[in-house]
């Protein structure tokens, strides 16, 4: 398989702070490519060291959530998620937030990719990381609410892209990474 490679990556010409908010920092990126052109592009900068989205098993269930998203206006289902603080590893803080937010720690809990959601214009990894071998153990959690647990049936895990409030794109590739490291594939 042949791929087309650039022969070599954009100069940057400046890099100016545009807008800084307590979760995203917006930049303007100066660049001049190989062949002289000069653009402006606009990025994100995340100030954190990225984030996990965990789908937790529990014998033959999913355990989702539900809490309220305010780009939508509106509840919406999906997996237990949160940020990384600075210095700790995604697997720490996976087991972290499943504490936090369904109240559960895994003994058993490994990575099954990392994504980047826009690389054109973001450069926050997200971790989408598998814990089975539940057990109670919570941690207090930062929500303004109590967040509602969601138990869904493993074996009707494809119908949650059916579901008209499971509509995060990161949260059905979470669902379709979970079936790719099961090789359970959609019918």
Not at 177 to 187: D, E, M, R, T
């Given at each position: 398989m042949s791929y087309f490679t650039?022969?070599?990556?954009?100069e940057i010409l400046s890099v100016t702070s545009v807008a800084r908010s307590r979760l995203f920092h917006i930049e303007q990126?100066?660049?001049?490519?190989?062949?002289?052109?000069?653009?402006?592009?606009?990025?994100?900068?995340?100030?954190?060291?990225?984030?996990?989205?965990?789908i937790p098993v529990d014998g033959n269930d999913l355990i989702l959530i539900r809490e309220y998203?305010?780009?939508?206006?509106?509840?919406?289902?999906?997996?237990?998620?949160?940020?990384i603080d600075p210095g700790e590893e995604p697997l720490i803080a996976a087991n972290r937030e499943l504490r936090e937010e369904i109240g559960m720690a895994s003994k058993n809990i490994q990575l099954l990719r990392s994504i980047i959601v826009s690389p054109a214009y973001f450069?926050?990894?997200?971790?989408?990381?598998?814990?089975?071998?539940?057990?109670?153990?919570?941690?207090?959690?930062?929500?303004?609410e109590?967040?509602?647990?969601?138990?869904?049936?493993?074996?009707?895990?494809?119908?949650?892209?059916?579901n008209e409030d499971f509509v995060d794109g990161c949260n059905q590739l979470a669902l379709y990474?979970?079936?790719?490291?099961?090789?359970?594939?959609?019918?």
């Open positions: 650039m022969s070599k990556k954009p990126v100066g660049l001049r490519f190989e062949n002289g052109r000069e653009v402006q592009f606009e990025r994100l900068q995340s100030d954190s060291a990225g984030s996990v989205i965990i998203a305010v780009g939508t206006e509106r509840y919406e289902m999906g997996f237990p998620k949160g940020s450069n926050r990894t997200t971790s989408i990381v598998l814990a089975k071998d539940l057990s109670i153990d919570p941690l207090p959690g930062d929500e303004p109590a967040i509602q647990q969601v138990r869904w049936p493993l074996e009707r895990m494809w119908e949650l892209l059916d990474s979970l079936g790719h490291a099961l090789k359970l594939f959609p019918h």
